[in-house]
Protein backbone atom coordinates (compact mmCIF):
# COMPACT_ATOMS: atom_id res chain seq x y z
CA UNK A 1 0.00 0.00 0.00
CA UNK A 2 1.61 3.28 -1.28
CA UNK A 3 1.09 6.02 1.36
CA UNK A 4 1.34 9.73 0.42
CA UNK A 5 1.49 12.03 3.42
CA UNK A 6 1.16 16.21 2.76
CA UNK A 7 2.45 18.76 5.25
CA UNK A 8 3.33 22.31 5.14
CA UNK A 9 -0.25 23.96 4.87
CA UNK A 10 -1.61 27.04 6.78
CA UNK A 11 -3.30 30.03 7.49
CA UNK A 12 -1.11 33.13 5.85
CA UNK A 13 -2.21 36.33 4.48
CA UNK A 14 -2.50 37.64 0.42
CA UNK A 15 1.01 37.71 -0.38
CA UNK A 16 2.78 35.66 1.84
CA UNK A 17 4.14 32.69 0.55
CA UNK A 18 3.90 28.40 2.02
CA UNK A 19 5.88 25.23 0.82
CA UNK A 20 4.08 22.24 0.81
CA UNK A 21 5.80 19.14 1.21
CA UNK A 22 4.22 15.24 0.06
CA UNK A 23 6.55 12.52 1.13
CA UNK A 24 5.83 9.06 -0.94
CA UNK A 25 6.25 6.09 1.10
CA UNK A 26 8.26 4.11 -1.86
CA UNK A 27 10.10 4.76 -4.47
CA UNK A 28 9.27 8.06 -6.42
CA UNK A 29 11.84 7.15 -9.07
CA UNK A 30 8.77 4.20 -10.07
CA UNK A 31 6.46 7.56 -10.55
CA UNK A 32 6.85 9.11 -14.15
CA UNK A 33 3.72 12.07 -13.48
CA UNK A 34 3.24 13.36 -9.93
CA UNK A 35 0.66 16.29 -8.97
CA UNK A 36 -0.77 18.90 -6.93
CA UNK A 37 -4.48 19.07 -6.91
CA UNK A 38 -6.22 21.48 -4.83
CA UNK A 39 -10.14 21.46 -4.10
CA UNK A 40 -12.42 24.13 -2.50
CA UNK A 41 -15.92 23.75 -0.44
CA UNK A 42 -18.43 23.03 -3.46
CA UNK A 43 -15.93 23.12 -5.72
CA UNK A 44 -14.39 19.91 -7.86
CA UNK A 45 -10.93 19.23 -7.35
CA UNK A 46 -8.72 21.07 -10.28
CA UNK A 47 -5.03 20.15 -11.25
CA UNK A 48 -2.84 23.32 -10.08
CA UNK A 49 1.15 21.92 -11.03
CA UNK A 50 2.18 18.46 -12.70
CA UNK A 51 5.64 16.99 -13.06
CA UNK A 52 6.82 14.51 -15.43
CA UNK A 53 10.66 12.62 -15.09
CA UNK A 54 11.26 11.85 -18.61
CA UNK A 55 15.06 11.56 -17.78
CA UNK A 56 16.95 11.20 -14.64
CA UNK A 57 17.81 14.95 -15.03
CA UNK A 58 15.44 16.74 -16.36
CA UNK A 59 11.24 17.00 -15.76
CA UNK A 60 8.53 19.14 -17.92
CA UNK A 61 6.70 20.81 -15.58
CA UNK A 62 2.87 21.76 -16.03
CA UNK A 63 1.10 24.64 -14.54
CA UNK A 64 -2.87 25.87 -14.16
CA UNK A 65 -3.11 28.88 -15.54
CA UNK A 66 -4.69 30.64 -12.43
CA UNK A 67 -1.09 29.96 -10.91
CA UNK A 68 1.51 30.43 -13.19
CA UNK A 69 4.50 32.38 -12.50
CA UNK A 70 3.48 32.14 -8.58
CA UNK A 71 3.63 28.42 -8.01
CA UNK A 72 6.64 25.92 -8.61
CA UNK A 73 6.60 22.40 -8.34
CA UNK A 74 9.57 20.39 -8.14
CA UNK A 75 10.66 16.60 -6.70
CA UNK A 76 13.32 15.14 -4.87
CA UNK A 77 13.50 11.41 -5.76
CA UNK A 78 16.24 11.37 -3.60
CA UNK A 79 14.13 12.09 -0.82
CA UNK A 80 10.75 10.23 -2.01
CA UNK A 81 9.26 13.97 -1.58
CA UNK A 82 7.46 15.84 -3.95
CA UNK A 83 6.99 19.96 -3.72
CA UNK A 84 4.67 22.57 -3.88
CA UNK A 85 6.41 26.38 -3.51
CA UNK A 86 3.26 29.02 -3.78
CA UNK A 87 4.48 32.45 -3.31
CA UNK A 88 2.21 36.15 -4.03
CA UNK A 89 -0.87 33.71 -2.64
CA UNK A 90 -4.04 35.20 -2.93
CA UNK A 91 -7.54 34.32 -1.14
CA UNK A 92 -8.49 32.08 -4.09
CA UNK A 93 -5.91 29.53 -3.49
CA UNK A 94 -7.76 28.64 -0.24
CA UNK A 95 -8.50 25.13 -0.60
CA UNK A 96 -7.27 21.68 0.34
CA UNK A 97 -4.29 20.91 -0.99
CA UNK A 98 -3.56 16.99 -2.47
CA UNK A 99 -0.47 14.96 -3.96
CA UNK A 100 -1.09 12.54 -6.68
CA UNK A 101 1.09 10.02 -8.22
CA UNK A 102 1.19 7.69 -10.91
CA UNK A 103 -1.30 8.88 -13.57
CA UNK A 104 -3.13 6.57 -15.08
CA UNK A 105 -2.16 5.77 -19.04
CA UNK A 106 -3.39 8.11 -21.64
CA UNK A 107 -4.72 10.67 -19.29
CA UNK A 108 -3.63 14.21 -19.10
CA UNK A 109 -1.20 15.74 -16.06
CA UNK A 110 -4.47 18.00 -14.84
CA UNK A 111 -7.02 15.48 -14.71
CA UNK A 112 -7.64 13.54 -11.17
CA UNK A 113 -6.54 10.20 -12.77
CA UNK A 114 -3.92 8.87 -10.59
CA UNK A 115 -3.26 6.03 -8.98
CA UNK A 116 -2.60 7.58 -5.13
CA UNK A 117 -3.57 10.48 -3.47
CA UNK A 118 -2.78 11.89 0.00
CA UNK A 119 -5.31 12.80 2.77
CA UNK A 120 -4.78 16.70 2.31
CA UNK A 121 -3.32 19.54 3.80
CA UNK A 122 -5.13 22.82 3.94
CA UNK A 123 -4.31 26.06 2.69
CA UNK A 124 -6.24 29.37 4.22
CA UNK A 125 -5.40 32.80 2.33
CA UNK A 126 -7.11 35.59 4.24
CA UNK A 127 -7.02 39.32 2.28
Known amino acids: QVQLVESGGASVQAGGSLRLSCVVSRDTYSYKYMAWFRQAPGKEREGVAGINRFSPYSSARYYADSVKGRFTISRDDAKNTLYLQMNSLKPEDTAMYYC?????????????????WGQGTQVTVSS
Open 100 to 116: AADLVAGSSWSAPQYNY
